[in-house]
C-alpha cells in the first residue's frame, strides 16, 4: 500500500480501507476504554503478542464478540473469544 505521509493526501488504497473499516458492513469501530487498554496490557504480557493485535483483540473480547477474524498465523488461542483464519474460509488462490 506504501506509506502515509503527513500532511499528504491518503493514497486511493488506503482511503478505499478505511472506508471499508469505518463504514464496512458488519464492522463496529469503538473507542477504547482504560478496561480494554488495560485487558490489551495483559493479553500482550501473558502471550507475547504484539499490541495492535493485543487491543483489537481485547476490544472484541469485552464487545461480547464471539469470534476474531484473522489472517495473521501467529495469534495464538485466546481464552473468550473464537479465532478464525481467514485462509481456511477462502478459496486457496
Known amino acids: 500500500m ?5 500532511g499528504r493526501p491518503l493514497p486511493f488504497f488506503a482511503q478505499r480501507y478505511e472506508a ?3 463504514r464496512g ?10 478496561e480494554q487498554l488495560r485487558a490489551a496490557a495483559k493479553l500482550r504480557a501473558a502471550t507475547g503478542m504484539k ?3 493485543a487491543l483489537q483483540l481485547a476490544a472484541a473480547i469485552t464487545m461480547e464478540c464471539t469470534s476474531f477474524v484473522t489472517n495473521d498465523r501467529r495469534l495464538p488461542d485466546v481464552p473468550g473469544i473464537r479465532i478464525l483464519q481467514l485462509r481456511a474460509y477462502a478459496p486457496a488462490a
Open 2 to 6: 506504501g506509506r502515509i505521509r503527513f
Open 20 to 22: 471499508l473499516l469505518v
Open 25 to 34: 458492513s458488519g464492522v463496529h469501530v469503538v473507542d477504547l476504554t482504560r
Open 51 to 53: 499490541t495492535p493485535d
